[in-house]
């Protein structure tokens, strides 16, 4: 069973500040990742897909990198209504969704 | 616009039984890959079920043999029976719609509906 490991598990920063999540798997099962966004008392919502590409409405200050077993993603310049849990994400073979436990982002 | 609503939670017995229902409108479930996602209070996210354009579902140990998800084409909506229900499967259930774009992503997601197992 694939475990993806997010860190730090909470991030206490400053508006404009950049902000650099990690996500690390424990074994390569996929080229990709994808990156989610909870605001409080909200439903998860896609941020990244495919390690880099941007969903839909997505401000350019959210970017994705990564390759293998190790995956970052960075918001440039901190806004206050960055304030949320930012979950990480793959395909695996069993079970088929993997979901990383989340990195608190604190402003 | 893609629309995914919830219903069904509430509070229900240990050893008690609930369906959610997810009604999807901008996408036919049956052409799209569907899943259901929960997340205990606090706690990140677990998907429970997912059901393939294809037909053919999937589940996690913690609740194979105890969820069956399904969809029906004619009311386009996904199904979860949750039979002998514990008090760990306590949680938010939200609803997903997943995607290949290169790699599975979940693209559209329900308001979320909240399941309590208590006496």
């Known amino acids: 069973e694939i475990v993806l490991t997010q860190s730090p598990a909470t991030l206490s920063l400053s508006p404009g500040e950049r902000a650099t999540l990690s996500c690390r798997a424990s074994?390569?099962?996929?080229?990709?990742l994808a990156w989610y966004q909870q605001k409080p008392g909200q439903a998860p919502r896609l941020l990244i897909y495919d390690t880099s590409n941007r969903a839909t409405g997505i401000p350019a200050r959210f970017s994705g990198s990564g390759s293998g077993t190790d995956f970052t993603l960075t918001i440039s310049s901190l806004e206050p209504d960055d304030i949320a849990v930012y979950y990480c994400?793959?395909?695996?073979?069993?079970?088929?969704?993997?979901f990383g436990q989340g990195t608190r982002l604190e402003i | 616009e893609v629309q995914l609503v919830e219903s069904g939670g509430g509070l229900v017995q240990p050893g008690g039984s609930l369906r959610l229902s997810c009604a999807a409108s901008g996408i036919s479930v049956t052409s799209n890959f569907m899943s259901w996602v929960r997340q205990a209070a606090g706690k990140g996210l677990e998907a429970v079920a997912v059901i393939y354009a294809g037909g053919s579902a999937s589940y996690p140990d913690s609740v194979r043999g105890r969820f069956t998800i399904s969809r029906d084409d004619s009311k386009n909506t996904v199904y979860l029976q949750m039979n002998s229900l514990r008090a760990d499967d306590t949680a938010v259930y939200y609803c997903?719609?997943?995607?290949?774009?290169?790699?599975?992503?979940?693209?559209?997601w329900g308001q979320g509906t909240l399941v309590t197992v208590s006496s």
């Open positions: 994400q793959q395909r695996t073979n069993w079970p088929p969704i993997t």
């Open positions: 997903a719609r997943g995607v290949f774009f290169g790699e599975l992503s979940l693209d559209h």
């Open positions: 074994q390569t099962v996929s080229r990709y």
